[in-house]
């Protein structure tokens, strides 16, 4: 198993605000760091984390976890 840790930044659609999401994914096949970062350069800029979470995984094809805190509570999002 391998597990990739990053961080994404991206515009909530509702209300205006830049989220911090923190990113697992995890994969028993190999996933190039670049992959990975071209994924996420290719998400949309004002995006939910949920829809983020399944817009990772649809492209990685891997589980992926995206953790983030919005208006103080901390939502997380697993696509397996």
């Known amino acids: 198993m391998n597990t990739y840790r990053t961080t994404h930044r991206a515009e909530c659609p ?3 605000l ?3 999401y ?3 994914i995890h994969s028993q096949a190999t996933i190039m760091v670049e992959d ?5 350069n290719n998400a949309p800029p004002m995006i939910y984390q949920e ?3 399944t817009f ?6 891997a589980e992926v976890t995206v ?14």
């Open 14 to 16: 509702n209300g205006n």
């Open 56 to 61: 990772l995984r649809a492209k990685l094809g």
């Open 51 to 53: 829809d983020l979470a």
């Open 36 to 40: 990975i970062l071209k994924s996420l």
């Open 18 to 20: 830049m989220d911090t």
């Open 22 to 24: 923190q990113i697992t």
């Open 67 to 80: 953790e983030g805190w919005h208006h103080g509570v901390q939502i997380i999002s697993t696509r397996k």
